[in-house]
C-alpha cells in the first residue's frame, strides 16, 4: 500500500520496499513505497523479508528501478539507478532527549515538558505538545506578573520551587472505616452467628435458598478448610465477601467485615452444563485458583462454597446466573445479620479509607469497563449491603450508560458481579471490595482523584458507540488532567475498550488503558491515543488459563498504570510498545516502579 | 491543569500493549444461515468484461457492472500492479465466478445478486474510493438485496480500496469479508473480517484452474463468517500457493 506525501515524511530512514509491482523506469516516488508501520505483520505472515544492506526510503526517492520489480521486493542498491548517498548522521537535535529529565523517577513541578513557551497576554501560558497529540496545555503563569514568565520543565534536576501561597487544604467527602473480624471457624448449626471467631450458618438457610428463584433447582453448603482444597468443583461464578453495614450508608460509615472466610459461588444446570460463557474453571479448587489475588480468596481462608443448580439453558440467559446468585445471597445475608451489630467485640484490623478532593492537583478519573451484554455478562451496581444483591441496579437494564461511583462506594462492595466471561480475566465482586487500582488512587496525594466510572459493554454495535459517546461528553464535564480505563476480559469489548479510550484521549486528556491483551487477547482494534497501555497478564504463554483471577489487576499492575499516567501527564514521552506482547517490557517498567 | 503540583514521573516507560491503529469499526452481524443469504462479490484486481473499458492503471476510481451470470470467458483483467498471467490462465483465481454460481447449485449459499462489482484499486484515490465508489457499489448491492459481501483486492494499494469499499457496504447492513492475500492492509485498514489463504498477489482466491482450492478458500470464508463475532476479526485458511513470477 503507498504512502501518502505526508506520511512519507515520518519515515524517510525506514526500509524502502515496492508496495506494488513497478516497471522498470519508473522514478520513485511516495505512491512507491509500503507503508513501514505494517512491516512487522508482512515479515510475520512470511509475505515479505527484510535483508541488511537494504536502502532507506529516503535514499531510494528519486532514483530509477532498472528492471521490473515486484510488490514487497526491498530495495537495494543494484536495484535502483541514481541512489542518493546515505545522508551523515545528523546531529541530534535538542529535544526532549536533551531535557534535564532523570533517568531515575523524579519528581517534578508543573507538567509540560519543555516546549516553546509562547507568551501571550491573557495571563496564560499556552504549551503546544508535540509528542502529545495535539494535546494543548493552557494554566496561568503561576502568579509571575508577567505573562509568559519562564515555566519550570518537566523533571528539572532541581526542582522548581514550590508556589509560596500554601496549598490548598484537602477536602474529606466522606469516610469509611471497615473493622476486620476473625473468623477461625465455619460450622453449619441451626442459626447464624458470629461469636468467638465461629461462623456459625443455619443449615436450613439451603433450602430458603432454593426458593429464591423458581430457576433454582438445587443448593449445596460445603464449608473447605484451606488444608482440604482439593476438592473438585464446579466453575467458580464469584467470590464473595461477608461484609455488612453496622453505620451509614454504602460508601460511609462502619462496614463489619468477616476475615478469614469467604463465599465462593459455582453453578452448573441441571443438564450438567457448566454456568460460563468464555472458558471455565469447574476443576481442583486447589488448582483453579490464583490465591490471593484482589478478587480471590487469599492462601488462609475458609472457603464457604455454595453450589447452585440452575433450570436446564438458562445458564446464558440473564435470569440463570442472577438466579444462582440471589439463591447465594440469601446465605450470605444471613452472615451479614449476624455481623451487623457487634458492640463489644473487638476488631483485629480497622482500615480507614477517605474520598478525598485534593485541590491543587491534577484531577483523574478511572473508567472501568464492565461486562453488558446480557447472560452473566452484567453487574448489580450500588446495591444496599455491601457485595449485596439486594437493591442492586443492573447495568444491563441502565444500558450500559456511564455511571459514578465514589472510591468509597467501590470499595464497600458497590459492585456485586455477575459476570462470568472468561475466569482468568474476570472482575468478580470480592476484586471491586478490594480493588487496587482504586486503593492506590484514592490513597496518591499527588492526585485528585474524582470518581469512578462504571460503563457497560454492551452487545450492539450502534449502542456501544452511544455509551462510549456519552462517556466523553462525561470526561469533558469532569474537567479531568487525566485519565486511567480498565476492562476485564478480551475480544468483543475491546472495540469498547478502543472507543472508550478514544473518547477521552480525543478530548485532549491523557489516558492510559489498562487490560489482558499478551497473546491470546491481541487488539484487533485501536487507535492513536492507545499510546499508553498496561498490560494485565500474568500467565507464562499469554493465555485465558481458566485459573480464577490469575490476570487480573494487581497493586503492582495499578501502581505501574499511575506511574505511567502521571508520567504522560507530565508530557514526558510513552515509548511505543514492541510489535508484539513481551514480558521484558512490564519487567522493565515494574523496576521503574519505587 | 493546576498551577503547580508534583508529580513522580519517569524516563524510559514503554507501552505494554502493541495496538493497531484501525480506523473506527463498523459492523452488521450476519444473522441467516448461509443457505438462505444472498451473496456479491467485489474485487479491486481489475476485472472488468472484456466488452467494457478497460481501467487506467495509472489510477481509477470508476468501477463496472458484471452481471453474476457473466462466462467467465467473458471476463479479463487490467491492472498494472501485479503480475497478471494466474488471472489470464483463470479469471477465477481473482473472482471466482464459476465456484460462486456452484456454491448456489450445491445449496450452500442462497443465491448470487445480479451484479457483481470490479475495479482497479492500484494507485486508489483513498478519497473517491471512500466517498464516491464504495458509498455507489453499497448502494447497488443493498438494493440487490444481498446480505453477504465477499471480496478480492489485489496488491497493496488494492487491499486499501477494498476495504474501504467494503467498509461501506458493512455500513450500509451487509456483512463482509476480504479474501486477503495481504491481511496486514486490510487489518490496517479497518476489514470487518478478514480471511487469509497464503496466496501470491494476483491469485487472491486461490491457484488458477485449481477449483478445488477456489472452492475450498471461499466455503471455509463463509464458514468464517458464521464464527466471526466482532469487528475486525482474522482467521488464517490452510491453502496455500506460490507463483513465481
Not at chain 1, 539507478?81 to 545528523?90: C, N
Not at chain 1, 492537583?361 to 448489580?380: C, F, S, W, Y
Not at chain 2, 501470491?200 to 477449483?211: H, L, Q
Request: with cysteine; net charge negative; charged share 25%.
Amino acid at each position: 500500500m503507498s504512502l501518502s506525501k505526508e506520511t512519507l515524511e515520518a519515515h524517510l530512514n525506514d526500509p524502502a520496499v515496492l508496495c506494488c509491482r513497478r516497471p522498470a523506469g519508473t522514478v520513485l516516488s511516495a505512491a512507491d513505497f509500503e507503508d513501514p508501520t505494517i512491516f512487522p505483520d508482512l515479515v510475520d505472515s512470511n509475505l515479505m523479508t527484510l535483508k541488511e544492506g537494504g536502502l532507506t526510503i529516503q535514499q531510494a526517492l528519486g532514483a530509477t528501478l532498472i528492471n521490473d520489480g515486484e510488490a514487497l521486493t526491498q530495495l537495494t542498491p543494484d536495484l535502483l539507478d541514481g541512489v542518493k548517498e546515505a545522508p551523515a548522521e545528523e546531529p541530534e537535535e535538542a529535544d526532549e532527549e536533551a531535557a534535564p529529565a532523570d533517568e531515575e523517577p523524579c519528581s517534578c513541578y508543573a507538567a509540560p515538558a519543555p516546549a516553546p513557551a509562547a507568551p501571550a497576554s491573557d495571563g496564560y501560558v499556552h504549551l503546544h505538545l508535540d509528542k502529545a497529540e495535539g494535546l494543548d496545555l493552557v494554566f496561568p503563569a503561576g502568579g509571575a506578573p508577567v505573562a509568559g514568565a519562564p515555566v519550570p520543565p518537566a523533571c528539572a534536576a532541581a526542582p522548581a520551587p514550590a508556589p509560596e501561597e500554601p496549598a490548598p487544604a484537602d477536602k474529606v467527602m466522606r469516610t469509611l472505616v471497615k473493622k476486620d473480624y476473625p473468623v477461625t471457624k465455619v460450622e453449619l448449626g441451626d442459626a447464624t452467628s458470629y461469636a468467638d471467631g465461629v461462623l456459625t450458618i443455619d443449615e436450613s438457610l439451603v433450602e430458603a435458598a432454593k426458593k429464591a428463584d423458581p430457576l433454582v433447582k438445587d443448593v449445596e453448603l460445603k464449608i473447605i478448610e484451606p488444608s482440604e482444597r482439593h476438592v473438585y468443583s464446579n466453575t467458580i461464578m464469584d467470590v464473595i465477601p461477608i461484609a455488612a453495614k453496622a453505620e451509614g450508608k454504602l460508601g460511609e460509615g462502619v462496614t463489619n467485615v468477616l476475615s478469614g472466610a469467604v463465599f465462593v459461588l459455582t453453578g452448573m444446570d441441571e443438564a450438567g452444563v457448566q454456568v460460563h460463557e468464555f472458558g471455565s474453571c469447574e476443576g481442583y479448587m486447589d488448582e483453579k485458583i490464583r490465591y490471593g489475588r484482589p478478587g480471590c480468596p487469599d492462601a488462609d481462608d475458609i472457603m464457604i462454597r455454595v453450589d447452585v443448580k440452575i433450570q436446564e439453558g438458562t445458564g446464558m440467559e440473564r435470569r440463570g446466573p442472577f438466579a444462582a446468585h440471589s439463591a447465594a445471597d440469601v446465605i450470605v445475608h444471613s452472615c451479614r445479620e449476624a455481623i451487623k451489630d457487634l458492640d463489644g467485640v473487638k476488631p483485629v484490623k480497622e482500615e480507614t479509607f477517605k474520598d478525598v478532593r485534593r485541590a491543587g492537583r491534577p484531577r483523574v478519573v478511572l473508567v472501568k469497563e464492565i461486562m453488558g451484554q446480557g447472560a452473566m455478562h452484567d453487574n448489580l451496581l450500588v446495591p444496599t449491603e455491601p457485595c449485596g444483591v439486594k437493591g442492586g441496579q443492573k447495568n444491563v437494564d441502565l444500558g450500559n450508560v456511564p455511571v459514578v461511583l465514589s472510591p468509597n462506594e467501590v470499595l464497600d462492595g458497590g459492585i456485586h458481579a455477575l459476570a462470568c466471561i472468561g475466569p482468568a480475566t474476570k472482575e468478580i465482586t470480592r476484586h471491586f471490595f478490594r480493588e487496587p487500582m482504586v486503593e492506590a488512587l484514592q490513597t496518591d496525594e499527588e492526585l485528585d482523584l474524582t470518581g469512578v466510572v462504571f460503563i457497560g459493554s454492551p452487545q450492539v454495535n450502534d449502542e456501544k458507540t452511544f455509551v462510549s459517546e456519552r462517556l466523553g461528553a462525561l470526561i469533558e464535564a469532569m474537567e479531568v488532567d487525566g485519565a486511567i480505563v480498565t476492562t476485564e476480559g478480551f475480544g468483543n469489548n475491546h472495540i469498547d475498550f478502543s472507543e472508550n479510550i478514544a473518547a477521552i484521549g480525543s478530548r485532549g486528556v491523557p489516558v492510559v488503558g489498562v487490560t489482558f491483551a499478551a497473546y491470546q487477547g491481541q487488539l484487533v482494534v485501536g487507535n492513536k491515543y492507545m499510546d499508553a497501555m498496561i498490560e494485565l497478564n500474568k500467565d507464562p504463554e499469554g493465555f485465558e488459563n481458566e485459573i480464577l483471577a490469575d490476570n487480573t489487576t494487581t497493586p503492582e499492575d495499578a501502581a505501574r498504570a499511575i506511574l505511567m499516567l502521571k508520567t504522560k501527564m507530565a508530557g514526558i514521552p510513552i515509548e511505543p510498545p514492541e510489535h508484539k506482547w513481551d514480558e521484558a517490557v512490564i519487567e522493565a517498567n515494574k523496576k521503574l516502579v519505587k | 491543569m493546576p498551577t503547580a503540583f508534583k508529580l513522580t514521573t519517569a524516563k524510559g516507560l514503554k507501552s505494554e500493549i502493541y495496538v493497531p491503529w484501525t480506523p473506527k469499526p463498523v459492523w452488521t452481524p450476519l444473522t441467516k444461515p448461509l443457505s438462505e443469504c444472498k451473496v456479491a462479490f467485489i474485487t479491486s484486481g481489475g476485472i472488468h468484461k472484456k466488452d467494457q473499458t478497460p481501467f487506467n492503471t495509472a489510477g481509477d476510481w470508476s468501477y463496472r457492472e458484471i452481471p453474476s451470470d457473466t462466462p467467465s470467458d467473458q471476463l479479463m483483467v487490467t491492472h498494472g500492479g501485479f503480475d497478471n498471467s494466474d488471472i489470464n490462465k483463470d479469471v477465477n483465481a481473482m473472482l471466482p465466478i464459476d465456484r460462486l454460481r456452484e456454491l448456489v447449485k450445491e445449496g450452500f449459499i442462497g443465491s448470487l445478486v445480479p451484479t457483481f462489482f470490479g475495479f482497479m484499486g492500484g494507485g486508489g484515490n483513498v478519497d473517491k474510493f471512500e466517498h464516491v465508489t464504495g458509498p455507489e457499489i453499497a448502494k447497488k448491492l443493498k438494493a440487490e438485496g444481498a446480505d453477504i459481501v465477499l471480496a478480492t483486492g489485489g496488491c497493496g494499494t488494492c487491499h486499501r480500496s477494498c476495504t474501504l469499499v467494503l467498509r461501506c457496504c458493512e455500513a450500509a447492513g451487509m456483512s463482509t469479508c476480504i479474501i486477503a492475500a495481504l491481511p496486514p492492509i486490510a487489518r490496517q485498514q479497518g476489514a470487518p473480517r478478514i480471511t487469509a489463504p497464503l496466496v501470491p498477489i494476483g491469485s487472491n482466491a486461490g491457484e488458477p484452474n485449481n477449483p478445488t482450492m477456489q472452492m475450498g478458500i471461499l466455503k471455509d470464508t463463509l464458514n468464517a463468517m458464521e464464527e466471526f463475532d466482532h469487528f475486525g476479526q482474522m482467521k488464517a485458511l490452510p491453502y496455500e500457493y506460490r507463483h513465481n513470477v
